[in-house]
């Protein structure tokens, strides 16, 4: 699974961070047939996690609700330069991961 980590260029100490991702995702709901009218089996991911400099930041629980290569944003507080580094698993046990480096100047 790929994913897109976006974060602003410049950032200084103590400045609030907007963190996007996109997940390439298919998020099947259980459904949907396909063309030989067997049920396509339900995967969503279930857990999202963010850790920034080694600390978790932010986690999340999605559910089959969230339309396919879900777009989350979230918030953080520069503290350090760092890196943002985001892991998640689906109901098939299947996990991705992605990482970028946040550069905060003082």
Same mark, same amino acid.
């Given at each position: 699974m790929a994913a897109r980590i976006q974060l602003p260029r410049s950032v200084r100490r103590g400045d609030v961070v907007e963190v996007r991702i996109v997940i390439q995702h298919p #998020?099947?709901?259980?459904? %949907?047939?396909?063309? #030989?009218? %067997?049920? @396509?089996?339900?995967?969503?991911?279930? @857990?999202?996690?963010? %850790?920034?400099g080694g600390d978790e930041v932010f986690r999340a629980t999605l559910s089959t609700g969230i339309a396919a290569n879900p777009y989350l944003r979230f918030f953080l507080r520069a503290r350090a330069s760092g890196d943002v580094e985001l892991a998640w698993t689906d109901q098939e046990n299947a996990s991705g991961a992605a990482s970028t480096r946040l550069e905060v100047a003082d």
């Open positions: #998020m099947e709901t259980g459904f %949907r047939y396909d063309s #030989m009218g %067997r049920r @396509t089996p339900r995967n969503a991911i279930q @857990t999202l996690l963010c %850790r920034y």
